[in-house]
């Protein structure tokens, strides 16, 4: 069972930085893709970041202000958020997705983030 746990988040003031971690128990290395999503409250889960064979992708509401990185030494997954916005405002998971005969999608508990003054 792959697990993966995340911190770093909390409240920040608009114009802010918040960066959060994502520490997974596997090799991050194994994994297809790598990602944050995000919920805001009586919204869908939307994708936030991705990276994948070491390219990375961004929402276009995010590009330019998040930075999504991997650490191989302690198998983690960072997002910097910098230049915070009210509407960042969500509860963040991390997702790792494995392929190996089929597709397995491992989730994260959720980590809230507010942006707020």
């Known amino acids: 069972q792959v697990q993966l746990v995340e911190s770093g988040g909390g409240l920040a003031q608009p114009g802010g930085s918040l960066r959060l971690s994502c520490t997974m128990s596997r090799n991050i290395f194994t994994f297809n893709k790598m990602g944050w999503y995000r919920q805001a409250p009586g919204q869908q889960r939307e994708l936030v970041a991705s990276?994948?064979?070491?390219?990375?992708n961004y929402a276009d509401s995010v590009k330019g202000r998040f930075t999504i990185l991997r650490d191989g030494a302690n198998n983690a997954l960072y997002l910097q958020m910098n230049s915070l916005k009210p509407e960042d405002t969500a509860v963040y998971y991390c997702?790792?997705?494995?392929?190996?005969?089929?597709?397995?999608?491992?989730w994260g508990q959720g980590i809230q983030v507010t942006v707020s003054s």
């Open positions: 990276i994948s064979s070491g390219d990375a």
């Open positions: 997702n790792a997705e494995l392929q190996i005969a089929t597709t397995w999608n491992y």
